[in-house]
């Protein structure tokens, strides 16, 4: 196996699972509307003590969370599958130490390219839950179905958060509990993505609300730079559609890293490095991908054999000589097709 990884690299274990992908695709089996997206990871062949050190034989690998919260080296598998099927459309490997939302927009476009098509929604785990996900899957016209977070908790829990501010996107600018406006100042020191807004040091001088709001002279709030698009996440999760369509996503994505590390070895890396790590994911891939395929051309198969045969005992019990423009002849393909 490893003279062929070798030889062949990734571009033919590529174009392997594509084909995968078009062939499930052509038999009807891809939906294309509901995509579900997560990673798992998958433990490198290394020594601990070597992780990261120069002479390290995987130079890739890196510390991540695997399951009981331990730390162990390895690599992590972006994974985008369709709902409807359980094929997989796509995935990308990245080393272990990579937060899960960095990389899921890429994942998703190149899940739309492999498929031709946009999806209506892509459900993933609250790890992808940000307003920067949520605003970039809005511009290509898909819906985040992720559960968003909470606001952060101020004075010890106690105090207003940001959730208790009105937002007026238009202007640019909260509303404080008791009426006073908050305007933007400038980005966070050192966070670009971050913005921070100030109330007026009379307004909060002068609040009776003061007191469970902040303790120093003047309010200030500090968001994310799609502030608004976590908003909108928020209320959309209070819907039922919403709820729904999330509610399918553990047993389908959850199944195939179940099948995929049972039965296909992922769960620990066959050969070291970022590349490697990568052919074997798409190898993995297309396995499940053909899988699926079989589930349907077996009973397919099943039905055009039993149809041959009464066609076989027909034409014995007559003595009828047909060809393919014979209609009973017809009739079995077009019978085996519409399977």
């Not at 130490?97 to 098509?117: K, P, S, T």
Request: aromatic share 6%.
């Amino acid at each position: 196996m490893s003279r062929v990884l070798d030889r062949f690299g990734d571009p033919i274990f590529d174009d392997l699972f594509m084909r995968s992908i078009s062939q499930c695709r052509a038999a009807g089996l891809i939906d294309g509307r509901v995509l579900h997206l997560d990673a798992t990871t998958i433990r490198a062949d290394l020594d601990r003590e070597r992780v990261g050190t120069p002479d390290s034989p995987d130079p890739d690998a890196r510390y991540g969370k695997f399951p009981g919260k331990r730390l162990a080296p390895g690599y992590k598998q972006q994974t985008v599958v369709d709902a409807a099927s359980r094929v997989v459309v796509e995935v990308a490997v990245t080393p272990a130490d990579r937060n899960e939302h960095e990389g899921a927009i890429e994942a998703v476009d190149r899940a739309m390219d492999r498929l031709g098509q946009t999806p209506e929604a892509v459900c993933a785990d609250a790890a992808y839950a940000s307003g920067h996900n949520k605003a970039a899957l809005e511009e290509r016209g898909v819906r985040l179905v992720s559960p968003p977070p909470k606001a952060p908790a101020h004075m010890g829990g106690g105090g207003f958060t940001s959730a208790d501010f009105t937002y007026d996107e238009t202007r640019d600018e909260f509303t404080c509990p008791a009426g006073a406006i908050l305007q933007y100042m400038s980005p966070v020191k050192g966070r670009p993505r971050q913005r921070q807004y100030r109330a007026p040091r009379a307004a909060c001088r002068a609040c009776p609300l003061k007191t469970q709001c902040t303790i120093a002279p003047q309010r200030l709030l500090k968001v994310s730079a799609d502030h608004a698009a976590l908003l909108r996440l928020r209320a959309d999760s209070r819907t039922e559609s919403f709820r729904e369509l999330y509610r399918a996503r553990s047993h389908v994505i959850e199944g195939i890293f179940g099948e995929a590390k049972l039965w296909h070895r992922l769960g620990r890396a066959w050969r070291r490095g970022l590349l490697n790590m990568l052919i074997q994911s798409l190898l993995v891939a297309a396995v499940l991908n053909f899988k699926r395929l079989m589930a349907v051309v077996r009973p397919i198969q099943h039905l055009l054999r039993t149809l041959m045969g009464l066609l076989s005992a027909h034409r014995s019990k007559t003595g009828e000589v047909w060809t393919m423009q014979t209609p009973i002849a017809q009739s079995v393909v077009v019978a085996g097709c519409n399977s």
